[in-house]
């Protein structure tokens, strides 16, 4: 089959591709990093002549072309699987919202109860084969592929090549149209500045529960990035890896020579991840590595995957957590910030895991844009706060002040242990919340 003769068929313009869209139709832009560039800028141009035309994203790193425009919200409607400050600022614009997930089922979410009429994303430059690969992103794409109606791949020379598992890939027989995109590079996520003493502090507290052969998943943020540069660092040795997200401090504990998956259970020897974000460092790293594994996020966050493999490691930070041990990880009352994603998916499997553990690491205070400083560890979550992850499946919590273990706890202990790792200056009022709540009994501690 000549695929390069049925490429030149179906390359066009990006003018030329969006004009498929017509009003009314929801147009999927894939996830994160493969969120179209050029594709997206022409579609914006068409604004005027289009209306109630629903976008979906997520993890969304840059402001889209479609979201620009004062009048942008009369034309198109922003659907973010997954918040970032990106997100947000198109929610608040009131052209954006959320939708829930448990980032596992997101896959099924498209086989089943989804209508997808335009898929645009960016892509690989095709091989040989006639294959484009999804390179940063496989998550949900081939089911969303598999729904659209009509496909359009952007390609990215800079995109690079990563090796994975079958629904990482879409041959050129299953494009409608082809764009070569203007994209300069790939988009990159900052790993962050210097830790701070909290992170550090934290840190401290988590790397010591970490047996040598164990599976590591690491969560986006200062704390996570923190503990990965402190794996890196440590006498830790043939730890593996199999994460939702792979970011730059993989890269670090592997070069440092930590990572063998001599001893994973599933997939030995091979980093499997469901999508990535980060710097040049770590595209370059990922680019045709053999040791790195694409797979969709139905596999690489499926609690029994995850619950197989022995000494599973499981990093994530919240936002707040209550006296009751629930964890809200994705907003502040009713002001959304991010979202569910595999957080819950990985404190469930990584339990599950023989020698597996669940950690939930946050500071024990913030101070907010007023300057009030408060206890990241509350009574009762704020009204319209989400519960990510529910009291029952709570493991480990982590603040600088120390770390619990909530298994086997009742009520009353869940208070005092919490309490005792909430920074001093809120446990006098805490303790006295718990006591109107009905959920202390001071011990002889």
């Known amino acids: 089959m000549d695929y390069q003769a049925m490429y030149q068929e ?55 072309e479609i979201a620009k425009a004062d009048d942008a919200g009369d034309h198109f409607t922003w659907n973010s699987w997954h918040c970032t400050g990106v997100d947000r600022k198109i929610i608040t614009k009131g052209m954006g919202y959320f939708s829930p997930m448990r980032y596992s089922e997101l896959p099924r979410f498209y086989r089943e109860n989804i209508e997808v009429d335009v898929a645009m994303l960016q892509v690989t430059p095709m091989d040989s084969h006639g294959n484009f690969s999804f390179a940063l992103g496989a998550s949900h794409l081939a089911d969303m592929l598999e729904r659209a109606k009509k496909i359009i791949v952007e390609v990215n020379p800079k995109m690079p090549w990563v090796f994975g598992l079958n629904g990482t890939e879409i041959n050129i027989r299953d494009v409608d149209m082809v764009v070569e995109g203007e994209a300069d590079g790939v988009a990159q996520l900052a790993s962050g500045g210097a830790p701070t003493e ?102 690489t966050n499926d609690p029994f995957i995850i619950s197989q493999i022995d000494n599973f490691i499981s990093i994530n930070n919240a ?74 499946c709570g493991h480990y919590i982590v603040t600088e002040y120390g770390m619990v273990n909530l298994k086997g706890l009742s009520t009353w202990e869940r208070a005092e242990q919490l309490i005792g790792i909430a920074h001093p200056d809120f446990r006098e009022q805490l303790i006295q919340d718990a006591e109107k709540m009905h959920i202390w009994r001071r011990s002889n501690k």
């Not at 179906?10 to 004009?19: D, H, N």
């Not at 869209?21 to 141009?45: E, F, Q, R």
């Not at 529960?209 to 969560?219: E, H, K, M, R």
């Not at 994705?330 to 553990?357: C, N, P, R």
Request: aromatic share 6%; charged share 20%.
């Open 198 to 299: 909290v992170d550090t502090a934290v840190a401290n507290l988590v790397v010591p529960q970490i047996p040598n052969g164990a599976c590591l998943q690491l969560g986006i943020g200062g704390m996570p990035n923190t503990i990965g540069s402190m794996i890196a660092q440590s006498d830790l040795k043939d730890l593996s890896v199999h994460t939702e997200m792979y970011v730059d401090g993989f890269v670090d504990i592997a070069n440092a020579g930590k990572i063998t998956g001599k001893y994973k259970n599933l997939d030995k020897g091979r980093q499997v991840y469901a999508f990535a974000a980060g710097t040049q460092k770590l595209y370059d790293y990922m680019d045709r590595n053999p040791e790195v594994m694409a797979a969709p996020v139905d596999y």
């Open 10 to 64: 179906k390359l066009t313009t990006p003018e030329e591709a969006v004009k498929i869209v017509k009003s009314g139709d929801w147009v999927d832009y894939g996830w994160c990093t493969n969120h179209p560039v050029s594709l997206d800028k022409a579609l914006a141009a068409r604004k005027d002549e289009l209306t109630d035309v629903k976008i979906r994203g997520g993890v969304t790193l840059w402001m889209p």
């Open 319 to 392: 936002i707040d957590i209550d006296l009751f041990g629930q964890v809200n990880a994705e907003s502040a009352g009713t002001k959304h910030i991010s979202g569910t994603g595999g957080q819950l998916d990985f404190v469930m499997g990584a339990y599950l895991s023989k020698g597996g553990k669940s950690f939930i690491c946050m500071s024990s205070t913030v101070t907010g844009k007023d300057g009030v400083t408060k206890s990241r560890i509350v009574p009762t979550l704020a009204s319209g706060s989400i519960v990510t992850d529910p009291r029952s």
